[in-house]
């Protein structure tokens, strides 16, 4: 009797049979590479169209009172970002500026300091969007982690801040904590303040892959090493006669 088998030893005339390594990186780094949903620069907003805003408007910063203000924002999950901007609806009745500050959470309150600005001409009640001097642009070196919850808190930068926080026109709930010793403690929350703001960055692949990524990976460069495992055997294959 006369059998056919495939003699893997043996190479096709003509054939390179030789898999570099090269190609095996080259084939994981296209699937790992491969496009993701697109998430647009917003972390978090509640303006309205055109960075508007509502009329009403609570006291967020008072020199003479030694009042702060802060509020909470989560980070979505998925991506890191790296802070560009900051936007936030408020108005001072003296002209004088006030200190904005991005936070750490602190079991549920504003904690430590990560970095703070002066908006030194804050809008004026005639205004119903977001307008320069109420925006703080350029930013960076500051991520922002994926998941996480930041605090902004509005100061008194001197004795005659009197700044005031306009609500939005969204619906979007949020708190708003207060100080009355200047920002060192927040302790006071008013719920339903709905106050307006926007932070808007640059996203970043997440600082930490996490379990069930890093498994999904793993996977899939198994997958294609064994699929060029398999072309690689075919591509040696040559029948040989055994009787």
Not at 92 to 114: C, H, K, Y
């Amino acid at each position: 009797m006369l059998v056919l088998v495939e003699d893997p030893t043996e190479q096709r005339s003509g054939e390179n049979t030789t898999m570099k390594p090269q190609v095996l990186l080259a084939a994981l780094s296209m699937v790992l590479t491969l496009p993701v949903a697109s998430r647009a620069d917003t972390i978090y907003s509640n303006l309205g169209p055109g960075s508007s805003y509502a009329g009403s408007a609570i006291r967020a910063a008072t020199g003479s009172l030694n009042l702060a203000a802060a509020t909470p924002f989560v980070v979505p999950t998925g991506f890191d970002f790296g802070l560009t901007e900051i936007d936030l609806a408020v108005d001072s009745t003296a002209a004088a500026p006030a200190l904005v500050q991005l936070r750490e959470n602190a079991g549920g309150t504003a904690g430590t300091v990560i970095d703070s600005w002066t908006m030194n001409f804050p809008g004026l009640f005639s205004n119903f969007s977001i307008v320069p001097s109420q925006s703080i642009t350029g930013i960076t070196g500051i991520r922002l982690d994926s998941g996480l919850t930041y605090w902004l808190a509005v100061l008194p930068a001197n004795a005659a801040t009197d700044t005031w926080w306009r609500a939005n026109n969204t619906g979007q709930a949020n708190i708003k904590a207060d100080s009355f010793d200047g920002g060192a403690t927040f302790s006071s929350v008013t719920f339903n303040a709905n106050v307006a703001f926007g932070v808007f960055g640059t996203p970043q692949a997440v600082s930490t892959v996490s379990e069930p990524c890093a498994l999904i990976t793993l996977s899939t460069a198994l997958g294609i090493a064994g699929i060029l495992r398999r072309c690689r055997f075919k591509s040696h294959g040559r029948f040989r006669r055994v009787v």
